[in-house]
């Protein structure tokens, strides 16, 4: 009686510490996949000499001239996890599409389109720890890309190779997890991207060239721990 009553103790205990384990996916690591489509902007200013403006002669000036927006793609693979209720840390290892389009005569444009492999280590905090099926964050990272290919439409090829290889800058965020079964969550991601590097390779004193954008997704993610 005794071997029996200690049994259903230990059985006991082993599907309540399974049940708290099953309710509680902050203590599991998650993998998964993410894809999505981004606006994407080239922010660049040039230094002049000299300019006039409203009759008034500046002697050095910093003139914009940014791109058009345009569409862009972005895709890849993410680890995340948590530590507690509140705050995790999530990797993202991504391809990622940005440039934009420049107008140099009258219904004539080069389009620009360099495509990077990009590398994310986010910190992400829950804002909504209570939920039972679903996960809010907040997230910041930085971000550093390395360039894999440029394309200019309507342009000589040549001046392609006038960006750098590499850009880094930060991006700030959200996602939104859902509960769909034990197995898998959905994942909606938001994020805004500001480059810090001047992508420029050459006349780098004159021309400053900028990566922005706003990117959203959707993908899964698959707890395996």
Partial sequence: MKKIFLLLLVSLAWLSASQVQAQDPYTKLFSG????????????TVKVDSITVNGIRYD?????????????????????????????????LLYAESGGSYQVKIN???????????????????????ASFNRF????????????SVHVEDIDQELSRNY??????ATLGVTYMIKISRYVWLTLDAEGYYG?????????DIVKTRNRGINWGAGFAIPIK
């Fill in 33 to 44: 996949m993410r894809a999505g489509i981004g606006v994407t902007q080239l922010a660049t």
């Fill in 60 to 92: 050095s000036a910093l003139t914009r001239h940014n791109s058009r927006a345009r569409f862009g793609f972005q895709a890849g693979f993410f680890v995340q996890k948590q530590f507690n209720e509140r705050v995790g840390l999530r990797a993202d």
């Fill in 108 to 130: 004539k444009f080069e389009r620009h389109t360099l495509r990077y492999f990009q590398f994310q280590p986010s910190v992400i905090v829950n804002v909504a720890p209570k």
């Fill in 137 to 148: 964050f907040v997230k910041a990272a930085p971000v550093v890309r390395l360039i894999a």
């Fill in 164 to 169: 750098a290889k590499l850009d880094y800058g």
């Fill in 196 to 204: 810090f590097a001047n992508i420029e390779k050459n006349n780098r």
